[in-house]
């Protein structure tokens, strides 16, 4: 289930970030950060009342100006708006009312998208009040007064926004399974996209208006749809734009976070680079389903011992992932290609699976018993009370024990080699997290609290 989005739109300085942290709470970690060529778009979650969403800050929107990096950062505001549930338009009620707001409005104004108007830095709310009178001119009805600094007016503009938000229990569970395929450039991403979705027989369902923005693809096999995710990314031909070197790799980050599994596609003759590591890296920060295609097959000489020897030498060098399944295809030939779809549909099961706490406790019961978990040279036992899965995509469980102090990383591994070997799980990471029972509320951040990787 993916949260409804309010994507924050606004030019550079009228305090679309400070707003952003006010509505979305200062306790409240940054669900993601993305450094990269475009200013950083952070993902942030928020609820009020009853309803829960991820705001996206997307960095400050600036139109008649070409220079540099000002068409990416459009980009990057257009895509944030395809995907929102609502739109937050941030102007400056101290500055008044500018051309460049007028810009914004004249476009937001042709979005398909409700769109709410925030007069920010209105501190004092009788004034605030005369501030945001100006900018009724704007079309856009009426404007809230607010301060992101001091959080006046903030409680009004909410109450509106929820309106737009769907909730949580009534989001339709979407049988859409979403596939990114990344990898590094020549690997053969576009002809194993080819090889899924044929000449003709694509439905494009382009996300937004403009060619270069990201476009899915949907590809139906068997009564299952399969959304490819951001196909203009990989057609996008040596990345003319930005030189030959370039990988694009911020455009595949994007990709993974939107995914449900992902293809790491391969290329056999080349074998593992630092990229494909880096790749791997983030599908697993990222929590993401995973099916490692390796491409090519049909061009590497092979005897019948071959394909063994790739697979430990792969598995090694892609040890974030070692729980992914592995597929050698040939995309030109088209061998094996269709039963990459097989895994996706594992891994995507997998990766939505929920496990009742009976079972969870039959698994740690059985381990414990194998192992008894270690006693500190001050003579005190970990203990492991119970365990439960506290959520899924990935699936995460969380161990209640008397001291997270007194599980060493041995034991630790150990445990969670038990549920990858009882409960499979093939395909998706599974995380597990480690908490005192009594002081459980108060660990927030700290090393016993962080989630290990299974
Ligand atoms: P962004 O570029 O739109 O994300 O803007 P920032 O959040 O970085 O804020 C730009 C400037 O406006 C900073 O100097 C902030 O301190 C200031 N600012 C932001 N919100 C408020 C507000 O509510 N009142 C006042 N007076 N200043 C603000
Ligand atoms: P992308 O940059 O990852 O999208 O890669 P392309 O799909 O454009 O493929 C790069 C090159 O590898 C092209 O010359 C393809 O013809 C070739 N290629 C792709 N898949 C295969 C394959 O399965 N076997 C062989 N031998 N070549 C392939």
Redesign the pocket.
Same mark, same amino acid.
């Given at each position: 289930m993916s949260l409804p989005v309010v994507a924050i739109i +606004?030019r550079? %300085? @009228? +305090?679309?970030?400070?707003?952003v942290n006010r509505l979305a709470g200062v306790q409240d970690a940054i669900v993601h950060d993305e450094p990269g060529v475009t200013r950083d778009r952070t993902y942030r979650s928020a609820f009020w009342e009853d309803r829960e969403f991820v705001i996206v800050d997307t960095g +400050?929107l600036v139109f008649n100006d070409d220079t540099e990096f000002l068409p990416l950062i459009r980009e990057q505001a257009m895509l944030a708006l395809s995907e929102a549930s609502a739109a937050i338009f @941030?102007v400056d009620g101290?500055s008044g009312l500018t051309a460049a707001d007028e810009t914004i409005a004249d476009w937001l104004r042709q979005q398909p998208v409700p769109v709410l108007l925030a007069v %920010?830095?209105c501190?004092s709310s009788e004034q605030g009040l005369t501030q945001a009178i100006e900018f009724w001119e704007l079309g856009l009805g009426e404007p809230f007064p607010v301060?992101?600094?001091?959080g006046s007016g903030t409680g009004e503009l909410l109450d509106a926004l929820i309106t737009y938000i769907v909730p949580a229990e009534e989001i339709p569970q979407t049988e859409e399974i979403k596939v990114a395929i990344v990898g590094r450039p020549n690997v053969g991403k576009s002809s194993l996209l080819n090889a899924f979705v044929g000449e003709n027989r694509s439905i494009v369902s382009p996300i937004s208006g403009t060619t270069r923005d990201a476009i899915d693809m949907l590809v139906e096999r068997n009564g299952k749809t399969y959304r490819l995710i951001d196909t203009a990314g990989i057609r996008k031909k040596k990345n003319v734009e930005y030189g030959p070197e370039f990988f694009g790799i911020n455009r595949a980050f994007k990709a993974i976070r939107r995914a449900d599994v992902v293809l790491l596609v391969i290329d056999a003759v080349d074998g593992i680079t630092e990229q494909d590591q880096k790749l791997a890296g983030r599908i697993d920060e990222e929590g993401r389903a995973c099916v490692i295609v390796i491409n090519k097959w049909d061009a590497v000489e092979k005897d019948s011992y071959t394909i063994y020897e790739f697979e430990r030498n792969f598995k090694g060098r892609l040890n974030f992932i070692d729980w992914a399944e592995t597929i050698f295809v040939s995309a030109q030939t088209g061998q094996r290609v269709e039963k990459i779809l097989d895994l996706v549909n594992t891994a995507a099961e997998q990766h939505k699976r929920r496990v009742t706490t009976a079972v969870i406790n039959e698994v740690l019961q059985e381990a414990i018993s194998w192992v008894s978990p270690p006693t500190t040279r001050q003579g005190r036992q970990g203990k492991i009370y119970y365990g439960t899965q506290v959520s899924s995509q990935p699936p995460a469980i969380a161990l209640f024990v008397n001291d997270p102090k007194r599980f060493n990383d041995n034991y630790r591994r150990y445990i969670e080699g038990q549920f990858r070997k009882q409960l499979g799980f093939t395909g998706t990471p599974v995380r597990l997290f480690w908490r005192g029972k009594k002081v459980r509320e108060m660990e927030a951040g700290s090393r016993s609290n962080r989630a290990t990787r299974v």
């Open positions: +606004g550079p %300085n @009228v +305090g679309k970030s400070t707003l +400050g @941030v101290q %920010n830095k501190e301060s992101g600094i001091h």
